[in-house]
């Protein structure tokens, strides 16, 4: 039986517009979309998605919500995603991604490495006082919580985040390079692991402890440590940090299987 154009669309869910991008051979719609109309199409329903999770959070956004906001039915979506857990799965790769590129371009565009740092620091703060910032922590805590139930979650979520502190890394050793550092040897996956829990504790403390939390203070101190001008005197420090080892990859697995389990 040889179908419509109209009938076809409906059968397989796909919008009016969506259908438009269709050729008919036969009497059936098959696709011609380029690479590009195609990628164009899945970013606006990852932005759209992400726009949803933002405000009503990962759980409470149902497919329709997202379809909505995207303008697309049902079968149009599932023609680009399997279900909800692979659209969150790409909003955070595309966060990432997103917070990477920004990076990247600074560290190219920037005369030396004093200059990136204080663009990057420029970037935080901007990043810190945005008004959507309290939005993007509850959704990173969903997701957070989330990826201690579900390995592949925990897994893109994972990389996302070690993607920033790679960057961060580089940052760091370039800067030794330069001769910004006291030190030569800077330990600068320790350093960049460091900065990176400060941005995310800094976001948890606006979002958990509200006005208890001073944010601007808490940045100010941040850089004057980072800085060399907020220092202390630790007697027997060598002593002090000798016992910190790396845990092991092992144990580190050992705890995210017990906490799927509980």
Not at 145 to 151: C, I, S, V, W, Y
Not at 164 to 179: F, H, K, L, Y
Not at 231 to 257: C, D, F, H, Y
């Amino acid at each position: 039986m040889l179908l419509d154009r109209n009938t076809a669309g409906r059968i397989i869910g796909l919008s009016y517009s969506e259908r438009s991008l269709y050729k008919e051979t036969r009497g059936v719609s098959l696709p011609k979309l380029k690479p590009e109309e195609l990628e164009s199409r899945r970013q606006e329903i990852v932005d759209a998605a992400r726009t949803c999770f933002l405000r009503s959070g990962f759980h409470r956004t149902t497919t329709d919500e997202i379809c909505r906001e995207a303008a697309i039915t049902p079968g149009g979506l599932y023609h680009y995603f399997g279900g909800k857990d692979e659209i969150i799965s790409a909003v955070i790769q595309q966060s990432a991604k997103d917070v990477a590129e920004r990076l990247h371009t600074m560290l190219e565009t920037a005369g030396d490495m004093r200059s990136a740092f204080g663009e990057v620091a420029a970037f935080f703060i901007e990043t810190m006082h945005d008004p959507n910032i309290d939005n993007v922590t509850r959704l990173d805590i969903e997701i957070w919580a989330e990826a201690l139930k579900n390995e592949k979650m925990y897994q893109i979520s994972q990389e996302g985040w070690a993607s920033r502190r790679r960057t961060m890394e580089m940052m760091v050793s370039r800067g030794a390079e330069e001769g910004l550092y006291s030190m030569k040897d800077v330990d600068a996956k320790g350093l960049s692991s460091l900065l990176i829990a400060m941005l995310v504790g800094m976001r948890l403390g606006k979002v958990l402890w509200q006005d208890d939390f001073d944010l601007n203070g808490a940045i100010a101190a941040m850089f004057l440590v980072h800085s060399g001008r907020l220092t202390m005197e630790m007697p027997n420090l060598n002593g002090i940090i000798e016992p910190v080892k790396p845990q092991p990859a092992k144990r580190a697995s050992a705890q995210r299987a017990a906490a799927r389990a509980s």
